[in-house]
């Protein structure tokens, strides 16, 4: 057992970081589980998540992961560093609402869709936003003509961020 003062090598270092990452070997896990265990997987590009799970998981099945997110059980949202991430549904709702301070503070002062809709009400934006996502899944491309329904004359795509902010 090591002491509790030794120090890592570097190479001790950056081999447990890939082994936390599960970059080491496939692992012989659930995708739900993968996902957890990563709190957070990079999703900017939709395709993203795919090969991650490809390089990590033994036998992974990209429908699986399909079908997680088509029945909302992972979900593609802003959360660290307001980037897109896959994570669990029940993860989602433990993360967000820790990250959801620096998420406003980052769209309204720090970007310039917020600025751009300073005069709206953002719950009001939210709600909209909600309720057509509650209808089905839907990429910011499809909520910005929906919402310019609504608010027309404004940014469309600012109202689109404003939502998944």
């Known amino acids: 057992m090591p002491d509790p003062g030794d ?9 447990a970081l890939l082994e936390r990452q599960l970059l080491l070997r496939r692992a012989s896990v659930s995708v ?3 996902i957890e265990h990563l709190v957070g997987q990079q999703a900017q590009v939709p395709m993203d998540p795919y090969l991650g799970l490809w390089t990590r998981l033994d036998g992974f099945r990209p429908e699986r992961l399909a079908e997680m997110i088509e ?3 992972a979900v593609r949202a802003p959360l660290m560093r307001s980037t897109i991430h896959l994570v669990t549904a029940p993860d989602l709702l433990r993360i967000r609402p820790v990250m959801q301070p620096v998420l406003e503070r ?11 809709l300073r005069d709206l009400d953002a719950g ?33 795509n600012a109202l689109a961020q404003a939502v998944t902010y």
């Open 106 to 116: 980052t769209f309204t002062t720090g970007s310039p869709f917020g600025r751009s």
């Open 71 to 73: 029945t909302r059980r």
């Open 32 to 34: 739900a589980d993968a």
């Open 124 to 156: 009001e934006v939210a709600v909209a936003g909600r309720e057509l996502l509650e209808e089905r899944p839907r990429s910011r491309a499809e909520l910005t003509p929906l919402l310019l329904e609504r608010w027309p004359g404004h940014d469309g």
């Open 7 to 15: 120090v890592l090598s570097q190479r001790a270092l950056n081999r």
